[in-house]
């Protein structure tokens, strides 16, 4: 079916960077989004970054003005960069893909999550 493959969490110390990758592959098409979700400990699994197809972007207050989105369609991948990292910034990162089959019909797609750790 589909596979999210992610890549590029680590340990970083805060005001540093990283840059999530996330490639797609198995039965692709009609690419709604992809974006990528975070997860910490005890807390729900929330919105970091989105992008559609066509390029609008949509990002999580607390990312928005230090972190960027991209992705290239044809390759279906979505990268997440991420400056200015802060200890709240750690969490199990998921890239996400929704599909369209149809109008009316989406389907969602979730990697096995990256962790990211930021030391104050």
């Known amino acids: 079916q589909v596979q999210l493959r992610e890549s590029g969490g680590g340990l970083v110390q805060a005001g540093g960077s990283l840059r999530l990758s996330c490639a797609a592959s198995?039965?692709?098409?009609?690419?709604?989004?992809m974006g990528w979700y975070r997860q910490a400990p005890g807390k729900q699994r929330e919105l970091v970054a989105a992008i559609t197809s066509g390029g609008e972007t949509n990002y999580a207050d607390s990312v928005k003005g230090r972190s960027t989105i991209s992705r290239d369609n044809a390759k279906n991948t979505v990268d997440l960069q991420m400056n200015s990292l802060k200890p709240e910034d750690t969490a199990v990162y998921y890239c996400?893909?929704?599909?369209?089959?149809?109008?009316?019909?989406?389907?969602?797609?979730w990697g096995q999550g990256t962790q990211v750790t930021v030391s104050s």
């Open positions: 198995g039965t692709i098409f009609n690419i709604n989004a």
């Open positions: 996400n893909i929704e599909l369209s089959a149809r109008i009316g019909v989406r389907y969602a797609y």
